[in-house]
């Protein structure tokens, strides 16, 4: 099954009820930090965004409507808050890049070390919204309907943005290689 469309109890979480958030809080913990983490948070910027996700859903739950799946409500909030959170954040640094983008020919862990610092650097340079689509995409497996419903784009929106995404990283990276 997949993670957005995980069944809650939905009458718990409106109501407040600690047990049913905490159980939302671990499902979605992980993720959260790693869409923090896709628009260049780093450590407690990452925690500060997290927890202000998590307030806003909290805040937010007695409102929840179910016209999409909890997940993805819980990402549009996410995606916003994490971008918002970017914005105040002028201690900007970059971090390893998520798994799945890594390197398929890096030889040893200093050389694929390297070539993700480089990924994740050209990644950085898309954009914050960009870079968050990117790891949408390629990290969490989104399918385009699910990002498109997340940032409030188009899927053909989506899409553009994942072309010249990848466009610019393949120019980008060309630069980095020994």
């Known amino acids: 099954m997949e993670l957005l469309d ?8 409106r109501t407040g009820d600690a047990e049913a958030f905490a159980e939302l809080v671990q ?3 992980d993720r ?15 925690d500060q965004a997290a927890a202000d996700i998590f307030s806003a859903v909290y805040l937010a ?9 909890l997940g993805t409500w819980i ?5 916003r808050t994490a971008l918002r ?17 890594s390197a398929p020919h890096a030889s040893d862990a200093v050389e694929e070390a390297e070539t993700r610092e480089n990924i994740w650097r050209c ?12 790891k949408l995409y390629y990290q969490d497996g989104l399918p385009l309907p699910e990002i ?16 010249r995404a990848r466009r610019q990283l393949s120019e980008s990276l060309a630069r980095y290689k020994p």
């Open 61 to 69: 739950l007695p409102g929840f409507d179910g016209r999409c799946a």
């Open 123 to 134: 990644v950085a340079a898309l954009g914050r919204q960009t870079a968050m689509i990117v």
């Open 6 to 13: 995980t069944p809650m109890d939905l009458a718990s979480l």
């Open 75 to 79: 990402y549009q909030i996410a995606f």
């Open 85 to 101: 959170q970017r914005k105040r954040d002028a201690r900007h640094t970059h971090g390893n890049l998520p798994e799945n983008l």
């Open 32 to 46: 959260i930090f790693s869409l923090c983490q896709s628009v260049g948070l780093r450590g407690a910027d990452v």
């Open 148 to 163: 498109a419903e997340i940032t409030g784009h188009p899927v053909g929106t989506i899409k553009t943005i994942l072309f």
């Open 27 to 29: 499902l979605f913990q």
